[in-house]
């Protein structure tokens, strides 16, 4: 059988209190709930009646106490078991002792005196350690079942990598087998992570990352059965390879999302998204000229460059194997039309600035050939009178006849 022998590297920081999870909200829900309860018992301030021990704190304090215990024992055996995470755990375990102990303490102090403002707030400094303490054994506990989680994609990796090295049909054919059998293990455990996860884009990126793994490895028999069938023909090889890293492509997928993290393009792609969007709008202002100030040299090559950038981005959320064929190829439609229509658009404003220029020069024409008639009239005036006129010329070289 295959094993996992590398070491598996968490992308989760041991030290963060972040609940990424379900199951971990569910367990400390009790116990938040419990500690609550105790800190505000005859939270109400100093009160008129005889002051003596109280019997819903006590009782309170109990039930905390014995949820600690009970969170110690399941962390206890955990850490047994675990062998990635043992020594975090085996800390971790500790800390919550050590804290629990100093709640069981406080809480006693204020149950017999509730009316205390010290030992109260006393015991909410202990409540919170001890809630921190808590949240960090259960986060601990969750890692480790990520880490049973990314044993059985390595050692998916591995079986896939020995389907890869087969040298003959018969070889395939049993290692296959054994690469199918690991399958059923890991949907089955990746399945039950995708219904823990808090987070609902982690949940969704592990359902198709499920998804395409699922679909690619049924493809995946037969394109290597094909290229040891016919290993001279190329289109064999770059087909089975093709299946290949579609299946790599979402065992890594499963291992990202598992973490609630994404992997390092899946996570440029999403803050591509916005960037994508962001350099949508801004070519959307760019594209908004001044027939009379637009320039071809100055602007076409611009403008051109910049939707071939906003095109690259949207054709790797295209090739992304979480997008579906229909809108793979709705995208790139969408891209080619969008070309075409800045080139319809450029076209439009060089047409605009030309008629633009048209009117604005027969205009000035017919200022100027105004202008010269009423200096003529103006000249005949004046000589019918015997005046005199300044002489004057228009400053603008366009011929006209007065």
């Not at 059965?225 to 001279?232: E, I, S, Y």
């Amino acid at each position: 059988m295959t094993t996992a022998t590398s070491p598996i590297l968490l992308k989760w920081d041991p030290k963060s209190l972040e609940i990424r999870t379900l199951t971990v909200e569910r367990l400390l829900e009790p116990l938040v709930t419990q500690v609550t309860t105790l800190v505000n018992t005859s939270n109400k301030g100093p009160s008129s009646k005889k002051k003596g021990r109280s019997k819903k704190a006590h009782v309170l304090a109990l039930s905390v106490e014995q949820a600690t215990q009970n969170f110690l024992e399941k962390g206890e055996q955990i850490a047994k078991n675990s062998h990635d995470l043992k020594e975090e755990l085996i800390l971790a375990v500790e800390d919550v002792r050590k804290q629990g102990d100093s709640m069981r303490v406080a809480s006693q102090e204020f149950a017999d005196d509730p009316c205390s403002s010290v030992k109260r707030g006393t015991m909410v400094r202990a409540a919170r350690a001890l809630l921190s303490a808590v949240t960090r054994l259960l986060i601990l506990a969750d890692m480790a079942d990520v880490m049973r989680l990314l044993a059985h994609l390595k050692i998916v990796e591995e079986a896939l990598e020995a389907v890869k090295n087969a040298t003959n049909e018969q070889d395939l054919a049993n290692r296959f087998k054994e690469f199918g059998k690991e399958m059923v293990k890991l949907n089955y455990v990746a399945a039950r992570r995708q219904q823990e996860l808090k987070d609902p884009q982690c949940r969704d990126e592990m359902a198709a990352a499920r998804g395409a793994l699922k679909k690619n490895a049924t493809m995946l028999y037969t394109a290597s059965q094909a290229f040891l069938r016919h290993p001279d023909v190329a289109a064999t090889r770059a087909n089975r390879d093709y299946v290949f890293k579609q299946v790599q492509e979402a065992i890594g997928g499963i291992s990202s999302a598992a973490q609630a993290t994404s992997p390092g393009d899946e996570k440029h792609g999403h803050a591509g998204i916005g960037e994508l969007a962001a350099a949508l709008n801004e070519f959307d202002n760019k594209i908004i000229l001044d027939p009379l100030t637009f320039s071809e040299a100055r602007f076409r090559p611009s403008l051109e460059e910049r939707l071939e950038s906003i095109i690259s981005g949207a054709a790797l959320m295209a090739d992304s194997s979480c997008t579906r064929d229909d809108r793979r190829e709705r995208i790139v439609a969408e891209c080619n039309a969008v070309r075409q229509a800045l080139q319809d658009l450029l076209s439009e404003y060089m047409n605009n600035v030309t008629v633009a220029i048209h009117v604005f020069l027969s205009l000035y024409q017919v200022i100027v050939c105004f202008a010269v008639l009423s200096v003529h009239r103006l000249h005949c005036n004046q000589s019918q009178n015997g005046g005199s006129i300044v002489s004057f010329r228009p400053c603008v070289g366009l011929a006209c006849r007065a």
